[in-house]
Each structure stands twice: as structure tokens, then as C-alpha cells.
């Protein structure tokens, strides 16, 4: 068998490419939307990728189905309650596929998602011990797949919580405990809250470790596992529509437009929103008027969907180098519509000052200053509830990055504006979209709460 785990840690995704190679027959699970890797390992290991399984309808990145199909001749495979606007080959419970040895069983594991499918893979076919299980959002190291995602549109977390129960208990803990845990996502992801770094375990070690999968009964299950989630991004609804439309493939091979800073600002007259990819330090020392800042580095396009709405037309700055990388990263969540570049960023600063902005950054003694001469200050907390639970600075108005632009109407433009977030990391990014709404004086903490404390 070859078992290959790809890792893709600005998304916390996981996906995988699973072949017999004596067959040659393979398939792929999960994949992210630029394909190229799958491809490349498919070709070196001897493969042909014959089938691109979904275990979900996945809210967190636009899948890459299409492209692998398009690439292949693949077929496109979900559990057998999904309903895609695409041609598919539905997979039902307890379905075996036959790669040659290697097999593949289908489980049907809603709550997630009604539609939630989970894969035991066997090296071969009378193997008392499954190779593995890829999980998909049903079961992570850590954690289970969170059950309220799907409220927007009439399915109740409860109901879906109670279906998660089943299927973790009545199937995936059937397996024996040596069966390899392997999951569609890992820490950082806002599809659960307590997952772990890892990106392997074994159902026994779950079965002891893991907080949900503890003696508890079923209300207590969905008690425990509703209450105390993140708040979802802002892209996820825009994601889970995508995938499950027939929707334009995403050419790797493109590299964006290069604007230069008149075509720039006639985009912009026109709605466009200027994407500043650089770091944080140097978007501070100048920056086009109206520009939103989220570096290229971390979790860059998770952001972006946090602070951009997903029917905006974007124009990019970025550090020489760096502009295919920015554009791909953002078609990972399907922000496709980058219109191109801005051409040598630094020279059209330097030559069009009146152009340029400076972000206000306060040390922490800044902060304290300003806190005591400006009475109309407004402070607003970025953090997650999860962080602020355990308490904000006081006067604060906690509004989560995830709802920034969609709760505008809670601040004032005409009153200065203060954000902090843990860090700096957030904060930053979220004075920036205060600043491209039309906020007239907004600054952000440098080093978060943390160094508010500390310095006091």
C-alpha cells in the first residue's frame, strides 16, 4: 500500500492519497484546491488517481474535486446523503472499494455534517486490523467535529450532536484500538476547539484521551460538545456553498495581473478592496490609504475571509516575490477574484506620498497614556470568547475578528478607536479594516493584552 499524508498548516487541513501499488489504483482524499502535489506523487509512485473522495461537504477550504477530476478522468464520490450540483458516484454505508489489496470500507458518521462519510483503509482485504481510518471532521485528535455549522440553515446542532454520538460510538469505536486515527484537520482549525498538534493517533489512544469520547450519556455528549465553540469565520458559509456547486477550476499556472497604481485606484473607484500582503512592521511605515493588511505568513487566507467578504474584488501589494503565493493561498478559500498586482509597491509609495498612510501602533505605556487623555476612546477586544472568557481589559467591547466587519454599526467612526487582541497579530489586521471602512483615528496595542499586563 502507499499511504502518503499531505499537511497544510496556514488551514490546519489534512489530505491524502491512498494506491495499491501493485494496481497502480489510487485515490485521493479530501484534497486541497491546487493539485500539483497529487499529481506529482501519483506519476512518481506509479499510480493513476481513479477516485477523489469527499468525506464532507468541508466549510474551511474549497475543496479540489473538480480540479483533480478534470486532471484525471477521476470520479467524484460522497457519502450516499449528499446532494451535489455536479455529476457524482455516491458511496453507501459499509461499502467496500477495491483498489486491488488495498481496500477501502465507507462509513456513514453524521453529525458534523448529515452528509459525513469516514474511510477504514485495509493493506489487505482480510486484515483484522484496519491500516487506518480517515475521519474527516467526524473524529479528531483531541476533539470531534463540531455539530453547529449548519444552523444558518435550519439543521440543529443538537439534532446533528445526537447523530455525532451514533456514529462515534456505534462505528468508529468499534474499530479495534490499534486502528490509525487520521483526520482532515489539526490544531488551529475552527471546525472544533480542542484539537491537537498531532496529526496521527490510534482509536485506543482516543478512546482514553480524548475529552468527548469519555463516559458520558448522550446529553451530556451534546451538551458538552455545543456549548464553548469558536465563532465560525466569516468565509465558511461562502465555502460550503462552493463546494457544492459546479464552479470555474483553478489554474495553478497563473500568476496575477501587474496593475500599475493608476489601474490600482480605478479598481478601487469601483469597489475593489487593496490587499496589503506584507508584514505587519512594514505596512505600518506606509501603506495606500484604505489598504487591509494580513501577512503573507501563518494564516493568511483564513484571515483574509475573516476581514473580506467573499463577493469583493481585490487588488494585491506584496513583497517582491511573493505574488503568486498570495494569489493561490486565497483560492484555497475560493477568493478568486484578485484583479491583479500593484507594480513595485515601494517606488509608487515614494513617488505619490500623498497616497500613503501610517498605522498607529501603541506600546502598551502609550496605550495607558492615551487611555487617560482621550475620554471618547473606544476599546474593542478582538479575541475569540474562548480568550476573553478569561476576562478584557476593562471598558472594552468584545467583538471577535470573525464579526468585525459585520457588527460596524457598534462603533463609531468619528470616535478613536483602540483594538487588542493576545498578541498584536490580530489587533493589527483589524485596525486596518477599521481604517479602510472610513474609521478616522485607529490604533492597536503591540504585543496584546499580554503586554498591557506586563507593563502593568
Known amino acids: 500500500m502507499i499511504f502518503r499524508q499531505y499537511y497544510l498548516a496556514c488551514l490546519s487541513h489534512a489530505s491524502y492519497l491512498v ?23 501519483a506519476q512518481d509512485f506509479g499510480l493513476a488517481i481513479e477516485r477523489v473522495i469527499e468525506t464532507h461537504f468541508h466549510a474551511d477550504f474549497l475543496s479540489g474535486h473538480l480540479e483533480l477530476a ?46 459525513s462519510i469516514s474511510i477504514v483503509v485495509r493493506e489487505h482485504p482480510n486484515d483484522s486490523v484496519p491500516y487506518g481510518v480517515l475521519t474527516g471532521d467526524t473524529l479528531f485528535i483531541g476533539d470531534v467535529g463540531r455539530p453547529d455549522l449548519l444552523t444558518s440553515v435550519g439543521v440543529s446542532a443538537s439534532e446533528l450532536a445526537s447523530q455525532l454520538y451514533d456514529s462515534l460510538h456505534d462505528k468508529l469505536l468499534k474499530l479495534p484500538d490499534a ?49 464553548g465553540q469558536s465563532v465560525a469565520p466569516l468565509y465558511f458559509s461562502f465555502n460550503a ?70 463577493d469583493s474584488d481585490i487588488v494585491l501589494v506584496c513583497a517582491p516575490g511573493t505574488e503568486y503565493d498570495a494569489r493561490v493561498r486565497l483560492a484555497r ?48 477586544d478582538v479575541r475569540l470568547p474562548s480568550e476573553t472568557e478569561l476576562g478584557v481589559l476593562q471598558g472594552a467591547k468584545v467583538l471577535p475578528l470573525q464579526q468585525l466587519i459585520t457588527q460596524l454599526s457598534d ?19 483589524a485596525a486596518s479594516a477599521l481604517e479602510s471602512e472610513g474609521f478616522r483615528d485607529v490604533s492597536d496595542i503591540i504585543g496584546g493584552i499580554g503586554a498591557v499586563k506586563g507593563a502593568n
Open 241 to 310: 456553498i462552493r463546494n457544492k456547486v459546479d464552479r470555474p477550476l483553478l489554474d495553478e499556472s497563473e500568476w496575477p495581473a501587474i496593475l500599475s497604481l493608476d489601474q490600482v485606484r480605478a479598481e478601487v473607484s469601483q469597489g475593489a478592496k487593496i490587499l496589503d500582503t506584507r508584514d505587519a512592521i512594514e505596512f505600518q511605515v506606509g501603506h495606500l490609504t484604505g489598504s487591509i493588511n494580513v501577512p503573507l505568513a501563518g494564516r493568511y487566507a483564513e484571515f483574509v475571509g475573516d476581514v473580506i467578504k467573499s
Open 179 to 227: 486502528t490509525r486515527v487520521f483526520p482532515a484537520h489539526g490544531a488551529g482549525s475552527s471546525c472544533g476547539k480542542k484539537l491537537s498538534n498531532e496529526t496521527e493517533s490510534t482509536i485506543g489512544e482516543q478512546r482514553a484521551t480524548n475529552y468527548a469520547l469519555g463516559p458520558m450519556t448522550r446529553s451530556e455528549f451534546v451538551e458538552a460538545i455545543t456549548q
Open 411 to 429: 462603533l463609531s467612526k468619528d470616535q478613536p478607536v483602540v483594538v487588542y487582541c493576545e498578541s498584536g497579530v490580530r489587533s493589527s489586521i
Open 333 to 380: 478559500i475560493g477568493f478568486d477574484r484578485v484583479l491583479g498586482v500593484l507594480r513595485d509597491p515601494l517606488l509608487a509609495f515614494h513617488d505619490n506620498p500623498q497616497l500613503v498612510n501610517r498605522s498607529s501602533r501603541l506600546t502598551a505605556n502609550e496605550f495607558k497614556s492615551r487611555r487617560k487623555s482621550v475620554s471618547d476612546l473606544q476599546l474593542v
Open 70 to 115: 478534470h486532471a484525471t478522468g477521476a470520479v467524484i464520490s460522497y457519502g450516499d446523503v449528499a446532494k451535489p450540483e455536479f455529476e457524482v458516484e455516491l458511496l453507501a454505508d459499509g461499502q467496500t472499494l477495491n483498489l486491488g489489496q488495498v481496500t477501502l470500507q465507507i462509513l456513514t458518521t453524521p453529525g458534523h455534517t448529515p452528509e
Open 19 to 41: 494506491g495499491d501499488e501493485k494496481s497502480g489504483r489510487a485515490v485521493v482524499v479530501d484534497p486541497q484546491r491546487d493539485i500539483s502535489q497529487y499529481l506529482s506523487d
